[in-house]
């Protein structure tokens, strides 16, 4: 399910029912509770993959005017600016014309394929993460900041890939290829020719794995020019 769509998903959860509060009508509504704020963080993770569609649909040469226009309105809604937040209320926490794009979005982020499947591979992914956290924490070169960043890395793309079902395809293709990228990254600037080589190859497994042809080709490629350099 794409982000617009989730999205709209939300916010019919989060629609204000009659006698109720915004604050009531999300989650438990106890802002003490961490999964209540897990919800919002959840919503901007799909607004920021919206806003990233609509840019690639626009740069594309579709015309995104209709969905920028309603970009504020979904923010409106997912911090319940027109609402009292702790309050009673009738007021719609979105506007039915800004509910309509944002399901006219989603159909359209259908159309483009916009979402990233990973099916089969997702096991494949799940072993390739495997070989690059026994990677790292063998690698005693590593100063311990990038261990650490590393290793979180491999956390969040493991999450991500766990929960597809709950948090959408995007974040799982955002935290892996963030992760191929500081992989790729750490190959660099690796001190032996066989330490480049294993990080290079376990951020193209990866690549691989996730679906990610153009990131694989563009790994392999700089592979085969970070060598030139240490010759």
Do not use: C
């Amino acid at each position: 399910m794409n982000s617009a769509r989730s999205l709209l998903a939300l916010f019919g959860q989060w629609e204000i029912q009659p006698n109720r509060s915004a604050q009531s009508s999300r989650s438990d509504g106890d802002p003490a509770n961490p999964n209540f704020w897990a919800e919002h963080r959840k919503a901007l993770d799909w607004m920021a993959d919206i806003e990233s569609a609509i840019n690639a649909l626009g740069e594309s040469g579709t015309d995104v005017s209709v969905y920028r226009k309603k970009i504020p309105a979904w923010y409106q809604g997912l911090f319940a600016t027109n609402t009292s937040w702790t309050s009673t209320t009738n007021t719609p926490l979105v506007d039915e014309a800004a509910l309509d794009v944002l399901q006219l979005l989603a159909s359209t982020l259908d159309l483009v394929e916009w979402e990233p499947t990973f099916g089969e591979d997702q096991a494949n992914v799940f072993e390739a993460l495997i070989h690059a956290e026994e990677l790292i924490r063998a690698d005693e070169t590593l100063p311990a900041s990038t261990r650490r960043y590393l290793l979180q890395l491999i956390q969040e793309a493991r999450f991500t890939l766990a929960n597809l079902t709950e948090v959408g395809g995007a974040p799982a293709r955002a935290a892996s290829m963030e992760l191929i990228g500081a992989l790729t990254t750490a190959a660099t600037t690796a001190e032996t020719s066989s330490k480049q080589k294993a990080y290079f190859r376990v951020a193209v497994e990866l690549a691989r794995t996730a679906g990610a042809t153009a990131v694989t080709k563009a790994v392999e490629a700089g592979a085969d020019w970070i060598h030139s350099l240490t010759q």
